[in-house]
């Protein structure tokens, strides 16, 4: 039987993959920064010089979930903070691997670990490393994971936008703004952004950690679909029932109420609900191609997010 140690087990996506290992035959041992159990060993990333010995001892996979995630609501990100638990946090656990002899280690990152550019949709051959805190990090952990030599068998996943039944995120609260009424019908801008299920990250990361060809690349994981913002918003209101509107929000309003965010944020140094970064965000792409990890490890999304919806809808009410 095989052995898995999973990181940030009990988030979104850790418990869900705790409990496909299981059903699969892993044995699984978990840590979080608080948690009990007799398979779970608390720790803090952040805190601790280095990992228990005990934490990989005996592990044939870890899955590396644990970390600072993109806080979309700071007015200003903390790059230390996000260093400390994203990537000094990524070290001390891959040298703990290396101490125990751990042959597969797959790192769950992020497509923002890498700078936008022109290319669309862009894929792995995008090599610029982010500007922003979060993304460096992100990067920085991954060069440690393929570059430092510490297991035979690194493989870094750049997750695009996850969605499933979770309370938190972008989506639901998107979902819960367009159930009050509260969410503006943004015109159609023709932008593209990438999302994948939960579901189908499980898969990509099974695969990633079981597949030979695996060790030593970065892929891409999306539903290989993309949808605007605009499909975004009247998929929601299909699926909570609500009619469709025909009418949107003018862009050059949005752009006039986006910089006066922008002014409310440098007084008070608070996001405003709309601010320029935000309308970016929604009205922007953010397209990404997961054909190479489709080609080389066969994999097949089994969802998308216009099927997803009622169930993750339901999840929220």
Request: net charge neutral.
């Amino acid at each position: 039987m095989s052995k898995a140690l999973v990181t940030g087990a009990s988030g979104f996506i850790g418990s869900q993959l705790c409990q496909t290992l299981k059903n699969q035959g892993y044995a699984v041992r978990t840590c979080n920064r608080a948690g009990h159990g007799p398979d779970n060993i608390t720790f803090d990333f952040a805190k601790s010089e280095a990992c228990p010995a005990e934490l990989c001892a005996g592990i044939d996979v870890v899955f590396h979930l644990a970390g600072k995630a993109h806080a979309l609501a700071e007015n200003r990100q903390d790059e230390a903070e996000y260093r400390q638990v994203n990537t000094d946090g990524t070290r001390k656990l891959l040298e703990a691997a290396q101490q125990a002899g751990v042959k597969v280690f797959v790192f769950f990152s992020s497509v923002k670990a890498v700078d936008h550019c022109t290319q669309q949709p862009m894929d792995e051959t995008v090599e610029q490393p982010a500007t922003d805190p979060y993304g460096l990090s992100k990067y920085a952990a991954e060069q440690l994971v393929l570059h430092g030599g510490y297991v035979p068998h690194p493989v870094v996943l750049r997750l695009s936008m996850v969605y499933g039944d979770t309370e938190k995120g972008n989506l639901p609260r998107m979902i819960h703004a367009i159930r009050r009424g509260i969410f503006p019908p943004l015109p159609e801008s023709g932008n593209h952004r990438s999302m994948v299920h939960v579901a189908d990250v499980i898969e990509a990361a099974l695969l990633a950690a079981e597949k030979p060809e695996a060790a030593g690349q970065i892929y891409i994981v999306t539903d290989q679909q993309s949808y605007s913002t605009r499909q975004i918003y009247d998929a929601i209101r299909t699926a909570l029932g609500k009619s469709a509107i025909a009418w949107s929000v003018p862009l050059a309003l949005l752009s006039s109420l986006a910089r006066l965010g922008d002014g409310f944020g440098r007084l008070t140094r608070r996001r405003f609900p709309i601010d320029s970064d935000s309308l970016e965000k929604l009205t922007g792409s953010a397209w990404y191609s997961s054909a190479k990890i489709s080609r080389e490890l066969g994999f097949q999304p089994r969802h998308t997010l216009r099927k997803a919806l009622p169930d993750i809808i339901r999840h929220l009410s």
